[in-house]
């Protein structure tokens, strides 16, 4: 059984870019939420998506947008890259259905650096 | 809005000794708590939750962490440490199920664990 899959790894971009993040559920889940962990800190939370909508919203610009995709993948993308977007993207699932008792699962992160 | 605390940016411990790692939150409803673990360049790992019931919870890898609603307190104990425990521990709150179920998470406590 996969569990949270992330692409790429690694990606290094320069201000101004704009960046696309993959992001696989586990097989099961329905629900996928984005966070950013800047270096030395907590993760952020960014935004989470099921049934194909954003459903709510951290303290992130419009900048950073997503999308779910029918069999639940997501992405992330990010316009206009900043210094500051350089961080470890971290994407999480869950059955919607475990509102309660049901806890995140996160992938590996995709480590983007932003020149 | 909830937050969690935690105040030791570093533990450092002896193997084989006990092992503590604290946080308190601040909610304000019934609290959602979780601790997550993460290692050098890798994902967060879930290691236990607590959301209702006894106020000593039982997780993986040998961890336990002890409830208390006066003191607002949600600690990650071990009763012997490891050097394979040596990581980066985030204690979180999740809002309720009408919130949204997003985690908010502390700034990280890292464990040292000499042999």
């Known amino acids: 059984d996969a569990g949270v899959t992330q692409s790429p790894t690694h990606l290094i971009k320069t201000r101004g870019q704009q960046v696309t993040l993959r992001c696989s559920p586990k097989?099961?889940?329905?629900?996928v939420s984005w966070y950013q962990q800047a270096l030395g800190q907590g993760p952020q939370f960014i935004f989470q998506y099921y049934e194909e909508e954003e459903r709510q919203r951290g303290n992130f610009p419009d900048r950073f947008s997503g999308h779910q995709f029918p069999n639940y993948s997501s992405e992330l993308n990010v316009n206009a890259l900043l210094l500051g977007d350089s961080a470890l993207y971290l994407c999480?699932?869950?059955?919607?259905?475990?509102?309660?008792?049901?806890?995140?699962?996160f992938g590996e992160g995709s480590r983007l650096t932003v020149l | 809005a909830q937050s969690v605390a935690q105040p030791e940016d570093q533990v450092n411990v002896a193997e084989g000794n006990p092992l503590t790692v604290k946080c308190t939150y601040s909610v304000s409803g019934n609290p959602y708590l979780f601790w997550y673990v993460q290692y050098p360049n890798r994902g967060l790992q879930f290691l236990l939750k607590?959301?209702?019931?006894?106020?000593l919870v039982k997780g993986s890898y040998g961890f336990e962490a002890e409830f208390n609603k006066s003191q607002t307190s949600f600690h990650l104990k071990k009763p012997s440490a490891l050097v394979s425990d040596s990581a980066l521990y985030f204690c979180?709150?999740?809002?309720?199920?009408?919130?949204?179920?997003?985690?908010?998470f502390g700034g990280g406590t890292r464990v040292l664990v000499k042999p």
């Open positions: 999480a699932s869950r059955l919607r259905t475990g509102t309660i008792s049901g806890e995140l699962f």
């Open positions: 607590y959301i209702t019931g006894d106020n």
């Open positions: 097989s099961g889940h329905d629900t």
């Open positions: 979180a709150v999740r809002d309720p199920p009408a919130a949204g179920n997003k985690l908010t």
